[in-house]
């Protein structure tokens, strides 16, 4: 069932109807729903990534590009996970457009040899519908197996 705007003209003295208690009980199985609106995916062997002369590419297409449908509003993106070899720069595009710094994207590793690279990121304002976040890499490296890429409606 759709949301039904609760009633808030109550009369002192009136009785609760079952119209009423329906309208309750079906906001909140839809807020049940909502809360569970979620995509996640944990990586189960290591990820080479290309390395693509500084422009963002897809870290693996098939599993690390989410989609969910939204009623409209706020998600949130969560991304944790180990990485190996030199500078790291992440980025989430959502529905084609990327979410970070246009040279850095959102996460930015130095040089050192071995990354665990965590950030959680807020979008508001999404429309109601179906939006796909793609995890996406400027720079060569590898992700270890183990991490892990969600995204979450709000």
Do not use: C
């Not at 062997?45 to 590009?65: C, E, G, K, Y």
């Not at 449908?69 to 998600?75: I, L, N």
């Not at 040279?103 to 930015?108: A, I, L, V």
């Amino acid at each position: 069932m759709a949301w039904t705007t609760p009633k808030t003209d109550w009369e002192v003295g009136e009785l609760v109807s079952p119209g009423d208690l329906n309208a309750v009980s079906e906001n909140l199985a839809e807020l049940d729903r909502v809360r569970k609106t979620v995509a996640a995916h944990t990586t189960t062997a290591d990820i080479v990534t290309p390395n693509t002369n500084n422009t963002f590419d897809d870290i693996d297409s098939d599993n690390l590009n989410l989609t969910i449908t939204t009623t409209g509003g706020d998600v949130l993106i969560h991304f944790h996970g180990p990485f190996t070899r030199g500078v790291v720069i992440i980025d989430v595009e959502v529905d084609g457009t990327r979410r970070g710094d246009t040279n850095n994207g959102m996460m930015t590793t130095d040089n050192s040899q071995w990354h665990f690279v965590s950030f959680t990121r807020l979008i508001q304002g999404l429309n109601a519908g179906s939006h796909t976040f793609k995890l996406q890499t400027k720079r060569g490296t590898t992700l270890r197996a183990g991490a892990q890429f969600w995204v979450r409606e709000i």
